[in-house]
């Protein structure tokens, strides 16, 4: 399966967001010149441990990749403040999500 075939198989999997919603703490992973490293990762490693995730990128086209959280690391900090990018357990019971602006929320089902 390529990645825009998984993309457009997994993108309606994830949950709307809601910035108002009290569920989702969001958390600047940006500092204006660069990524929050530190921060990016807490994040991921809380919702996910070590593992497994599904990444969607929504770029033109979108795709989407199975890969290791350290792995996501790296390519969510690759396009951060270019693309919204989502992350999701295998079995889509944790979410993970980054607007372009370079502001992340997570949130364990």
Same mark, same amino acid.
């Given at each position: /399966?390529?990645?825009?075939? =998984?993309?457009?198989?997994? #993108?309606?999997?994830? &949950? &709307?967001?809601?910035?108002?919603?009290?569920?989702?703490?969001?958390?600047?992973?940006?500092?204006?010149?660069?990524?929050?490293?530190?921060?990016?990762?807490?994040?991921? *490693? !809380?919702?996910?441990? #070590?593992?497994?995730?599904?990444? #969607?990128?929504?770029?033109? &086209? $979108?795709? #989407?990749?199975? /890969?290791?959280?350290?792995? @996501?690391?790296?390519?969510?900090?690759?396009?951060? =403040?270019?693309?919204?990018?989502?992350?999701?357990?295998?079995?889509?019971? !944790?979410?993970?999500? /980054?607007?372009?602006? $370079?502001? @992340?929320? $997570? *949130?364990? !089902?």
């Amino acid at each position: /399966m390529t990645s825009f075939e =998984l993309y457009e198989k997994v #993108a309606v999997a994830f &949950p &709307p967001l809601s910035p108002i919603d009290p569920c989702w703490e969001w958390v600047n992973v940006h500092d204006g010149e660069r990524t929050k490293l530190d921060v990016l990762t807490r994040l991921i *490693d !809380r919702l996910f441990g #070590a593992g497994e995730v599904v990444v #969607a990128v929504h770029s033109e &086209p $979108g795709a #989407a990749f199975q /890969m290791t959280t350290e792995h @996501a690391v790296g390519l969510i900090s690759d396009n951060i =403040l270019e693309y919204d990018i989502q992350v999701a357990d295998l079995g889509f019971t !944790r979410f993970f999500s /980054m607007n372009r602006s $370079g502001v @992340a929320t $997570g *949130d364990a !089902r």
